[in-house]
Structure formats: C-alpha cells, structure tokens
C-alpha cells in the first residue's frame, strides 16, 4: 500500500538544483574559489614565515593582560605552543588558526545580523529558525558535497563548510540576548526619543553582549571542530594530520596532532571567555 506513488526523486531533483547554481552562479564561485582562495592561503604562508617565538610570545602577552593579569593562562600558552613546535607541526596550526579565523569572522558577519533581524520581526524568526534547526541537524559530512561542488578542493570548500556549521549559535544568542533586554530599558529609552538605531546600538546591543559572547565562543569552537573533517576536502592544516595518521592506523601521529587541535581550543576558548566576563 505504501508505494502506490512510487520512489519520489528527490535525490535527482538535488543533484539538478545542484547542477543548475554550479552553472548560473560560477561567476560567483571562481572568484571565490580563485582569489579568496589565493587570499587565505597567503594569510597562511605569511603566519608560518614569522618565527613561532614571536608568535607565543604575543598570545602571552594577550592571555597574560585578557585574563586579568594571571599567569595560568599565559604559562599555558607558551607551554602549549611550545609544545605544537617542537612536534613540527608549526606551520600545520598556523593553517589550522587560518581555517578557524576566516570561517569564525564569516559567521559572525552573517550571524549578528541575522540575529539581531530575528529579534526584531517575528516573521524573520519564524523563517529563519527552521533553517538554522536544519544547519545544527544535518550531519557535518554533507556540508562537504556541495563545498565541493562548488568550489573544488582546498581551504575555501573547508572554510565554506564550516561557516554552514558554525554559524547558527551565533545567530541564536544574538537573538536571545537581544529579546532577553528588560522591557524597562527599551520603553526608557523610547521615552527620550532614541530612533530604532540609537536604542539598538546603544541599549540593546551593549546588554546583549554577554550572551552575544557566548554564542560568539560557541561559534569559533564549532568552527575548530570542523578542522579534521574539513581535510577530507583538501583543507590543510592538524585535520590534515590526523587524517593522514588515520588512513596510515598510526595513532601516535594521530593523537599529538589531535592534542595540537585542542591545545589551539583550550587557548581560543579561554580568550574568548575572559573578553566575555571583562
């Protein structure tokens, strides 16, 4: 009884669609592909030219002033990059942080907007918020098909596909801080006479910033997740290592260039979160 209407074609129809926005917006995607490509790749290379001391040096200083003026965090970034240095896999993080600060810095870009328009229109929400529960739900590896698709094989599918991933919290917590500001506050400020600008920037935005902050963190933490399964399209960087120790079963090579990826977490993560509580 339950195939009296036959196999739908679903998966012909995507594959057509697929097809369709390869050829009428490959005007957009070489550009992309070609000269962001090229961009980010640079980035990368000219991360790896300057000597690591110098680097470690300035997270130091940064996690060292962020923190409060503590040394936990600071001592730990110079052990943890220290560490990723002497592994020989300098310039394999230098890539790795490129990969994650593009695709962070797209996603917030996207995200805040979105957000902040969600919060204003009901209508927005009620669009948007299905798209995001189906970014959140779909398995990571078919964001990797039409990154592909698109843009071939490299750092640009790989940032693409973690941008489809890490953006919803983001745009989320943007949301929630923003609908979160007390009623109080909103209707004062109306009773000075601010405009729809004003109270955003001045009002709203300002006492929205610690959850805003929060999905912020939560964005770069989904974005550097995405790092091993990006190398499967090509993405350079830990990813790659521990892939290439995956296909060969050496799990020693595995396990340090994983312990890199969360060394680089641990740092990000705890920078953000000391600029959140500032």
Partial sequence: ???FIGKIPLADWIDLATDWMQETFEFIFDP???DFGEFVE???DWLAEIPPIVIILLVAVVAFFVSGKKFGLAAFSIVGLWFVYNQELWEQLMATLTLVVFASLISIIIGIPAGIWMSKSVWAQRIITPILDFMQTMPAFVYLIPAVVFFGIGMVPGIFASVVFATPPVVRFTNLGIRQVSSELVEAADAFGTTGAQKL????LPMA???MMAGVNQTIMLALSM??????IGAPGLGDEVLTALQRSRGGPGFVAGLGIVILAII???LSQNVNKK
Wanted: hydrophobic share 50%; glycine share 0%.
């Fill in 1 to 3: 009884m339950l195939d």
């Fill in 32 to 34: 992309i592909k070609d």
């Fill in 42 to 44: 640079s980035t990368a």
């Fill in 201 to 204: 920037f001045k009002v709203e």
């Fill in 209 to 211: 910033r610690k959850t």
């Fill in 227 to 232: 790092v091993v399964i990006a190398s499967m």
């Fill in 268 to 270: 990000i993560d705890r």
